[in-house]
């Protein structure tokens, strides 16, 4: 998988999939790009059947005592 943004299509010979993110200020660009990592993340817990909604020791780090 490619993650890049639009008009950078050289990267196409060397990846199976590529995602595109608009253009922007190369200081924005990253958070731009989280999203469809994080969308691809989740697709494949799911495709592995693992439960995306309770991950291990999740209370350790929201608890606050």
């Known amino acids: 998988m490619g993650l890049t943004t639009y ?5 196409e010979d060397t ?3 590529t995602v595109y993110i608009p253009k922007t200020d ?3 660009a990253t958070s731009l790009a ?7 993340g989740y697709y494949v817990s799911v495709a592995k059947g693992l ?3 309770k ?3 999740l209370a350790k780090s929201v608890t606050v005592e």
Not at 34 to 40: A, D, G, N, T
């Open 51 to 53: 439960d995306v909604d």
């Open 7 to 11: 008009g950078n299509y050289n990267i």
């Open 34 to 40: 989280v999203i469809p990592l994080q969308l691809m």
């Open 15 to 17: 990846v199976s999939f």
């Open 26 to 28: 190369e200081h924005f």
């Open 55 to 57: 991950p291990r020791n």
